[in-house]
């Protein structure tokens, strides 16, 4: 698996103010809502526990006014990682996997008509985040997030003028990434998030693209039985290491 392209293709798409990199570990510097807009990750699954390279890391953050976070996968190679972060105060929450597909799985898993796409999305695609049942403090963050994203399109479904399901594809190092798929509560069971990703794949498979990724928390049930039908595998679970 090409861990470190997915890694970049990931702090990409979420567009945080700043990255930067240091002792093979990527730093997203953001104090935003998306978690992985502002955490460090490495870039192997086999990187070492260089205290003075954690050091650099926290420091980093702290001389930015943000709290140091990380995005660990739960592998054997990080073993050593995890554990000098348990000796340092860290723990560990919100278990997400990623999770990797092709654009034909996509299309083939979608029950009706492929959303459309955009190159820009628009007021109605951004209320989607901010509707009835949503944190809009949060949903906001998001659209401000995944609407810098340096390459993506932004797939929608609307009936009667109102936008009810949204997706974006980012596309980086050789993969499409599926980011901020959102549907409108009372429609969800539809089949409509089935739709924005087959979109989505079919504006990768235009830039001929047959690699997908995507992340989704371990307890998003509803989510993680769409993204099956549609044909992703885990390649691997991290969590992310906070502390007071």
Do not use: C
């Amino acid at each position: 698996m090409d861990v470190e392209a997915i890694e970049r293709a990931t702090v990409s798409a979420v567009a945080p103010a700043e990255t930067m990199e240091i002792g093979g570990w990527l730093l997203a510097l953001d104090g935003g809502a998306i978690r992985r807009a502002g955490s460090a990750v490495p870039l192997r699954h086999d990187l070492r526990a260089d205290e003075a390279t954690l050091d650099a890391i926290e420091a980093a953050y702290a001389e930015r006014g943000l709290r140091p976070a990380f995005r660990i996968a739960d592998v054997e190679g990080l073993e050593a990682v995890r554990d000098a972060l348990l000796a340092r105060g860290y723990r560990f929450e919100q278990p997400t996997l990623v999770k990797v597909g092709t654009p034909d799985g996509m299309i083939a898993a979608a029950r009706g008509e492929a959303a459309a796409v955009a190159a820009a999305p628009d007021a109605g695609w951004a209320s989607v985040f901010t509707g009835e049942g949503f944190d809009a403090a949060d949903g906001a963050s998001r659209v401000a997030a995944l609407t810098r994203s340096p390459d993506a399109v932004y797939g929608g479904i609307a009936e009667a003028g109102r936008t009810l399901a949204v997706g974006v594809a980012a596309f980086g190092h050789g993969w499409a990434s599926v980011h901020g798929m959102r549907t409108d509560q009372a429609r969800r069971g539809e089949g409509l998030a089935g739709r924005v990703l087959a979109g989505l794949a079919l504006a990768a498979q235009a830039r001929g693209i047959d690699r997908v990724f995507l992340q989704v928390e371990e307890g998003n049930e509803g989510a993680r039985s769409l993204y099956r039908r549609a044909g992703f595998a885990r390649a691997w679970r991290y969590f992310y290491w906070s502390r007071d």
